[in-house]
């Protein structure tokens, strides 16, 4: 199983900037890999994947302000996260899916610890 540690989290005020960052033990080429986060109180919800093909999906509310991608090269995922907002406030995930699997709900199998992102108004 590959091991993933996130980074890039922190406090920002509203209308900033971060780039999350999750580092690989090994490559997630073979892998769909994703962002998730969950807010006290909240369920997790996807907020964005990248296939292995390359193609990428969003949480509607987070289109046109954060990106997804990866350098396979350093075998690390980014979500670089614009114009935030206090309801982006929550503890940002990592995941890799099943090698060859599609990016679903049930191919999720390995998770990093999480980045605290706190967005102030």
């Known amino acids: 199983q590959v091991r993933l540690v996130e980074s890039g989290g922190g406090s920002v005020q509203a209308g900033g900037s971060l780039r999350l960052s999750c580092v690989a033990s090994?490559?997630?080429?073979?892998?769909?890999m994703g962002w998730f986060r969950q807010a006290p109180g909240k369920e997790r919800e996807e907020v964005a994947t990248?296939?292995?093909?390359?193609?990428?999906t969003y949480l509607d509310s987070v289109k046109g302000r954060f990106t997804i991608s990866k350098d396979n090269a350093k075998n690390t995922l980014y979500l670089q996260m614009n114009s935030l907002s206090s309801e982006d406030t929550a503890m940002y995930y990592c995941?890799?899916?099943?090698?060859?699997?599609?990016?679903?709900?049930?191919?999720?199998?390995?998770w990093g610890q999480g980045t605290q992102v706190t967005v102030s108004s």
């Open positions: 995941a890799a899916g099943l090698p060859y699997y599609t990016c679903a709900s049930y191919s999720w199998s390995n």
């Open positions: 990248l296939n292995r093909a390359g193609s990428t």
């Open positions: 090994g490559d997630t080429g073979r892998n769909c």
